[in-house]
């Protein structure tokens, strides 16, 4: 009988309660979980950083992050929430920098696993949805009253 390690194990139960993952089934949560690793970071750091490549995405597992366009605050990230992801769709620069507001643990999920992920068809839907909200958003602070 095959052993499950108890941090992926952990991680899979976790996902399970963040939207992006919440339609998957176990063996795609054991799959998802057995990709992460997880990095714990102090507030004030930067976790990813406008303009630089894209090397990875994540979850904010706990904690809250700001996001920063050209330096300034745009948005709040509180835990279940993810980012990064469309540097690794497009294979552009990064469009923001995401900062630690507080003591945060995050599950990082490196480029190379991303198509896996992406791969699971309910996850690939709301990585678009997510992703068309934050331009409609967008589109909306850049209009003139």
Known sequence: ??????????????????????????????LVAGKAKEIRVPSGSTIVQQ??????????????AYVHVDGQKVASISAGS???EMALIDHQPRSASVTAELPSRLLQFG???????RAIPSVSEKVLAAMSKRLRTANQSNQEP
Do not use: H, N, W
């Open 82 to 84: 993810f980012f990064g």
């Open 111 to 117: 480029e190379k696993d991303f198509p896996a992920i």
């Open 1 to 30: 009988m095959a052993r499950t390690d108890p941090d992926v194990a952990k991680r899979a139960e976790f996902l399970k309660q963040v939207g992006l993952f919440a339609d998957c089934g176990k063996a795609e949560l054991a």
């Open 51 to 64: 303009g630089s490549a894209g090397d990875a995405f994540y979850v904010l597992a706990e904690g809250l």
